[in-house]
């Protein structure tokens, strides 16, 4: 069973600081793996998908890397701003019919 | 992208009742999928809703308790049968375009609240 863990759980930083959050998986033998954010009480937003022969995905201020031997991945988020303030959950692609694996986020704010 | 309006957003249900959920998308899809997210929890899958046949149910998951629809590639509703206070989730709809190694896309989910 494809288990997914995300470190840390909680973190504050002051606004401009570079954030960096990590995810791991037991099970190496992924499809992908898809970083999201979700606001308080709201549904998902896609912020990267990436392929498991990628090594990193680039939008914006967002960069995530995929070391799929190892099972991990870090987002980074560049220049945190507070509007950055959310719960950032990474998911795993389990098999070829598109049934995602996800961990608990990593729940983030940003101070002024 | 994919724009996916699902409804209600959220709902106080008496227990022992039971709740409809939709999910609409603005385009067909291949992959559709419904999450139940606990207080405090990550996203856990519930069922695949396949069109035209019965849904494709998760270890734990009953149709029972959650009969899945699909009647067509844009539409699907969960509904929550015989709720009790543990039911009280955020169910979110997903989608993705194609059954290959596509972007998921969620709903903005429906907060349910059992009393």
């Known amino acids: 069973k494809q288990e997914v863990t995300q470190i840390p759980a909680a973190l504050s930083v002051p606004e401009g600081e570079n954030l960096v959050l990590n995810c791991s998986f037991t099970d190496s033998a992924i499809y992908n793996l898809q970083w999201f954010r979700q606001d308080p009480g709201k549904g998902l937003t896609s912020l990267l998908l990436i392929q498991s022969s990628q090594r990193e995905q680039t939008s914006g201020r967002l960069n995530a890397s995929l070391d799929k031997s190892s099972g991990r991945s870090t987002l980074y988020i560049a220049a945190s701003q507070p509007g950055d303030s959310a719960t950032y959950l990474c998911a795993v692609r389990r098999d070829g019919n598109n049934r995602l694996a996800f961990g608990k986020g990593n729940q983030v704010v940003v101070i002024p | 992208s994919a724009v996916i309006s699902q409804k209600p957003s959220r709902d106080i249900c008496q227990r022992g009742t039971s709740l409809t959920i939709q999910c609409q998308v603005d385009?067909?899809?291949?992959?559709m999928f419904w999450y139940r997210q606990q207080p405090g929890q990550s996203l856990t899958l519930i069922a695949t809703a396949n069109q035209g046949s019965e849904a494709t149910y998760e270890s734990g998951f009953v149709i029972d308790k959650f009969p899945i629809s699909r009647p067509n590639l844009t539409f699907s509703t969960l509904t929550v049968s015989n709720m009790s206070p543990e039911d009280s989730s955020i169910y979110l709809c997903?989608?993705?375009?194609?059954?290959?190694?596509?972007?998921?896309?969620f709903g903005q989910g429906t907060r349910l609240t059992v009393v």
């Open positions: 385009s067909q899809v291949t992959m």
């Open positions: 997903s989608v993705a375009r194609t059954s290959r190694n596509t972007e998921a896309f």
